[in-house]
């Protein structure tokens, strides 16, 4: 059974650092991408950063220099580097892979950024 667990959030300041971890337990087959997603109250899920297919990083233009996407060799852990929060960064956070059986995610972190 594939579970991801997502460890890290909290609360912060405006401008300070935080980094989120993903921990992947179970086999996922054929991995094409991994990704960081975040969601607020009322608002449809979005992707914030990701691995594609081809290896490659993207962002959306939100995160853009601030947040950094990393993961180790073996696909098991996947991370996601946020800098300079913000108010407008609070959130639920969750990780997602996706396979050749499916899409897996996370069961959510709550980030919240405020003074």
């Known amino acids: 059974q594939v579970q991801l667990v997502e460890s890290g959030g909290g609360l912060v300041e405006p401008g300070e650092s935080l980094t989120l971890s993903c921990t992947v337990s179970g086999k996922i087959f054929s991995i094409s991408t991994m990704g960081w997603y975040r969601q607020t109250p009322g608002k449809q899920r979005e992707l914030i950063a990701e691995?594609?297919?081809?290896?490659?990083?993207n962002y959306a233009d939100s995160v853009k220099g601030r947040f950094a996407i990393y993961r180790d060799n073996t696909k098991k852990r996947m991370g996601l580097m946020m800098n300079n929060l913000r108010p407008e960064d609070t959130a639920v956070y969750f990780c997602?892979?996706?396979?050749?059986?499916?899409?897996?995610w996370g069961q959510g972190i709550q980030v919240t950024v405020s003074s």
């Open positions: 691995f594609t297919s081809e290896g490659s990083r």
């Open positions: 997602n892979i996706q396979g050749s059986l499916g899409a897996y």
